[in-house]
């Protein structure tokens, strides 16, 4: 089941973000994000845990997808591909635009973001704390 976050899933939330990045809970305010009016966090819950987030700041005409994580035990079910399913579905039908960034190097997250749409855009050099470049990918409604 995908639903809103709610402020009670943010430990939950900063456990699954460290799988991406160690600074995830010092470089995501979360609490803000949930009242700001202009991100989306949805959850997706198995097992009576959650397993699985995305998060995106949607502005309107614009949309930015920030982070997508699954908990280790529950990749490969289309877990990810549900959420951005769900979070398109969610987008203003004005929509023109969703961007991300990727590390090159995750093969996984290039295959999913790959399968829908998502072209690389730019490249940006040493994005990442640890030097690793990322893409810029970004997908334009038909
Ligand atoms: C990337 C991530 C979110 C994918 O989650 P998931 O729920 O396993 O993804 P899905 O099951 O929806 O799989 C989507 C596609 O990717 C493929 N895939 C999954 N892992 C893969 C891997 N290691 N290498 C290549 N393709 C892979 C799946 O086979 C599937 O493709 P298909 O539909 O053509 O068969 C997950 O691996 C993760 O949390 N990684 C750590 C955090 C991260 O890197 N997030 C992305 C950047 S924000």
Avoid: Q
């Amino acid at each position: 089941m995908i639903r809103k976050a709610e402020i009670w899933d943010i430990p939950r939330i900063h456990e699954l973000g460290s799988l991406l990045n160690d600074n995830f809970s010092e470089v995501n305010s979360l609490n803000e994000m949930l009242e700001d009016g202009f991100s989306k966090i949805y959850v997706y819950e198995m097992d009576d845990k959650v397993v699985g987030f995305i998060s995106a700041t949607d502005l309107k005409e614009t949309c930015d997808i920030l982070s997508v994580v699954v908990d280790e035990e529950y990749r490969n079910r289309l877990i990810a591909t549900n959420l951005i399913d769900y979070l398109f579905s969610e987008l203003d039908e004005n929509c023109k635009i969703i961007t991300l960034e990727v590390d090159t190097l995750n093969k996984a997250a290039l295959h999913l973001y790959d399968k829908f749409g998502f072209k690389v855009v730019n490249v940006r050099k040493h994005y990442y704390a640890n030097g690793d470049d990322a893409y810029l990918m970004a997908r334009e409604s038909e």
